[in-house]
């Protein structure tokens, strides 16, 4: 069964503080993966990771994907409160037409001042 | 603003009414779908359309049911609901990269 896990599920920390979030999966047909943060309700996308090594890096915010070891990690440096978040990483599957993503149940981020 | 829009942003419905539920783009996204997300669970994917066409439906009850009339508008008629359907439900698009979503309806079936 196509799976996604993410760890820890919630993390509090202060404010400057760095953070790692996880995302490992074991998915049939692996196309790519994502990271998404979700505030309130709609999620926003962050990143797409489909090669192994490479870092995508947006501000304070970075993500590597590593396709051997089946993981990927979300890095936030110098956090502030407006990163309090739930984190969400999904795997897209090469599934046809249905490009189907499977879904971590998240990590809840709150960062303290 | 991801250019995906739903209405209602709340809705609260009893178990015997019908409701709809809107999702509208017009970012030129051939795909649609449906998720439903509830507390400590991941995102339920609900129903799949590429070029209007349902591809995929995820064992969901009849009581939801999907109606895409064309590749920028998707509806979720709702009738005779049960209190655990009560959940957040996000509508999503995509082209061939990322999924775009809007900001959902909070629905509670009361």
């Known amino acids: 069964e196509d799976k996604v896990v993410q760890s820890p599920l919630s993390l509090v920390v202060h404010e400057g503080d760095t953070v790692t979030l996880n995302c490992s999966y074991e998915?049939?047909?692996?196309?790519?993966l994502l990271w998404y943060k979700q505030e309130k309700k709609a999620p926003t996308f962050l990143f797409m990771l489909?090669?192994s090594g490479i870092e995508k890096k947006s501000g304070r915010l970075s993500s590597i994907l590593d396709k051997k070891e089946l993981f990927s990690i979300l890095n936030i440096t110098a956090t502030q409160t407006g990163d309090s978040a739930v984190y969400l990483c999904?795997?897209?599957?090469?599934?046809?037409?249905?490009?189907?993503?499977?879904w971590g149940l998240g990590t809840s981020l709150a960062v303290n001042p | 603003e991801t250019g995906v829009t739903q209405t209602p942003r709340h809705l609260v419905m009893g178990m015997t009414n019908k409701k709809s539920l809107k999702c509208e783009q017009h970012?030129?996204?051939?795909?649609m779908y449906w998720y439903k997300q509830s507390a400590k669970k991941p995102l339920e994917l609900m129903f799949v359309y590429n070029f209007k066409e349902q591809t995929e439906n995820n064992s969901v009850p009849s009581r939801f049911s999907p109606e895409c009339p064309n590749s920028s508008h998707l509806f979720l008629h709702l009738h005779t609901l049960q209190p655990e359907d009560s959940a957040l439900y996000l509508c999503?698009?995509?082209?061939?990269?990322?999924?775009?979503f809007g900001q959902g309806t909070r629905l509670t079936v009361v």
């Open positions: 999503a698009s995509s082209l061939d990269t990322e999924a775009f």
């Open positions: 970012l030129g996204h051939n795909a």
């Open positions: 998915v049939t047909n692996f196309r790519s």
């Open positions: 999904a795997s897209r599957l090469n599934a046809g037409n249905n490009r189907k993503l499977i």
């Open positions: 489909t090669s």
